[in-house]
Structures are given as C-alpha cells and as structure tokens.
C-alpha cells in the first residue's frame, strides 16, 4: 500500500497538471504521479527530464534497456514491472531484457556497450575507464548520446528510490523473476 497520499488533481497547479497531460492514459493518471505530486517541484523536474529524453539522442529501445537495468540494480518492483512491458513494446524480447537484467552480454554490441556504462556507475568510483570510453565511440555511443544516457540513469534513479520511499503498488504483472 503506498504511502505517500495521493492526491487530488484538484490541488494540484496549472503547471504540474499541463506536464502531467502527456502521461495520462485514457485521460487518467496513474496514483503514482498523484503520489509523487505531494512535491510539485520534483514531479514538475522528474517529467521535465522524461520529456528531454525523448528529445534526445537515445532510442526507446536504449532507453528502456537503461531503466531496466538500473531498476534492477536497484531492486524497483515497481519499474521492473513498467519497464519490463515498455521495453517490450520498444523491441527487446524476453530474453534480451533478462540478459540486461542479470547484467549478462546480449549480443547487440551498441546494447552491451550501454549496459557496461550504466554497471560503471554502480561498480565503479571515478571516471569511467578509458577502454570503455574507446568501446563507446566504436559503437557510436557519442557525447551528446552519453549525457543522455547519464540523464537517464539519474531520472530512472528518482523513481527507483521514490518507489521505495512511497512503497508503490504495481500497476501491471511483476517482472519475471532472476
């Protein structure tokens, strides 16, 4: 049961409720953005970003394959189980996001290059190492699409840990267990 309230869109500013129009579904918002709306500012920065996302450099695919390995990392059931059904919809089989999520090769060379850049930032203090600075050029994981990628991994993180404070009920079937 969550818990954090959840609020009213009533209460809520004509600023949160217009960056909110683009994640209603069916005209409906799902509890957790009226959850997470308790900060407006925070709502307001997190949606900004997912916004400048799908702006950026990063495919959905990408994107998804980030959010799934960074949940996993750290432990969101609640994102696993969104980013498991969207990065379906975005191409990845079951297979390929299992690998991602045990942090394993999936045989796309861009995918894996992405996936040791986002364990980095887990396993790693410091710089990223050179040899996986050279690997990410070789796959055309260029400047602009690395800043996206670390842009990614912060927002992800900002609902990792706002579902852990909020203890946030799934809203579609579980992930597949690892």
């Given at each position: 049961?969550?818990?954090?309230?959840t609020?009213?869109?009533?209460?809520?500013?004509?600023e949160?409720?217009?960056?909110?129009?683009?994640?209603?579904?069916?005209?409906?918002?799902a509890?957790?953005?009226l959850?997470?709306?308790?900060?407006?500012?925070?709502l307001?920065?997190?949606?900004?970003?997912?916004q400048?996302?799908?702006?950026?450099?990063?495919?959905e695919?990408?994107?998804e394959?980030?959010?799934?390995?960074?949940?996993?990392?750290t432990?969101?059931?609640?994102?696993?189980?969104?980013?498991?059904?969207?990065a379906?919809?975005?191409g990845?089989?079951?297979p390929?996001?299992l690998a991602?999520?045990?942090?394993?090769?999936?045989?796309?060379?861009?995918?894996?290059?992405?996936?040791?850049?986002?364990?980095?930032f887990?396993l790693?203090?410091?710089?990223?190492?050179?040899?996986?600075?050279?690997?990410?050029?070789?796959?055309?994981l260029?400047?602009a699409?690395?800043?996206?990628?670390c842009m990614?991994?912060?927002?992800i993180?900002?609902?990792?840990?706002?579902?852990?404070?909020?203890?946030?009920?799934?809203s579609?079937p579980?992930?597949?267990?690892?």
């Open positions: 049961m969550a818990r954090l309230k609020l009213n869109e009533a209460s809520l500013s004509s949160t409720l217009d960056a909110l129009e683009p994640v209603r579904m069916n005209g409906k918002l509890p957790v953005y959850q997470y709306a308790n900060s407006e500012p925070a307001q920065a997190y949606l900004r970003m997912e400048a996302l799908q702006q950026g450099k990063l495919d695919r990408t994107l394959a980030v959010k799934l390995a960074v949940s996993q990392r432990g969101c059931d609640f994102c696993l189980s969104v980013h498991t059904f969207k379906k919809k975005a990845l089989d079951e390929t996001q991602i999520r045990r942090g394993e090769p999936t045989g796309d060379a861009y995918l894996d290059v992405v996936q040791e850049v986002v364990q980095a887990f790693r203090r410091g710089a990223l190492p050179s040899e996986t600075m050279q690997r990410c050029a070789q796959v055309g260029d400047d699409r690395l800043l996206d990628l990614a991994v912060a927002t993180v900002f609902t990792n840990i706002s579902n852990h404070v909020n203890d946030t009920d799934l579609l579980p992930a597949p267990a690892i």
